[in-house]
């Protein structure tokens, strides 16, 4: 069992910056790979990225590559989201999630209750 809590969202305007953080705990394997994904209202959850945590590479969505930024602290058990160049389209529930993953969600194990993300002027 592992525990996953996400947090650092809010309200912010386009064109700002915003870094969320999910700190896990519990059964742990160096193994997973850590997820981030969201969910818009009515749609369906769509992966943004990636990082595996024994070796810390990463991988994007098409539609954040080169706005985010995907990273680990493994003394503080945290994987961190930075979001730079935000636009209305990334409002959303965003989602932490661990297990043997990748790009879809439904191969994950464990998540975090989510943090809203809201980019409005």
């Known amino acids: 069992q592992v525990h996953l809590v996400e947090s650092g969202g809010r309200l912010v305007q386009p064109g700002e910056s915003l870094r969320l953080s999910c700190e896990f705990s519990g059964r742990f394997l160096t193994s997973y790979a850590m997820g981030w994904f969201r969910q818009a209202p009515e749609k369906e959850r769509e992966f943004v990225s990636v990082?595996?945590?024994?070796?810390?590479?990463?991988n994007y969505a098409d539609s954040v590559k080169g706005r985010f930024t995907i990273s680990r602290d493994i003394g503080k058990s945290t994987v961190y989201l930075q979001m730079n160049s935000l636009k209305p389209e990334d409002t959303a529930v965003y989602y932490c999630a661990a297990g043997f993953g990748y790009r879809d969600h439904n191969d994950y194990d464990f998540w975090g209750q989510g943090t809203q993300v809201t980019v409005s002027s």
């Open positions: 990082i595996m945590w024994s070796d810390g590479s990463t």
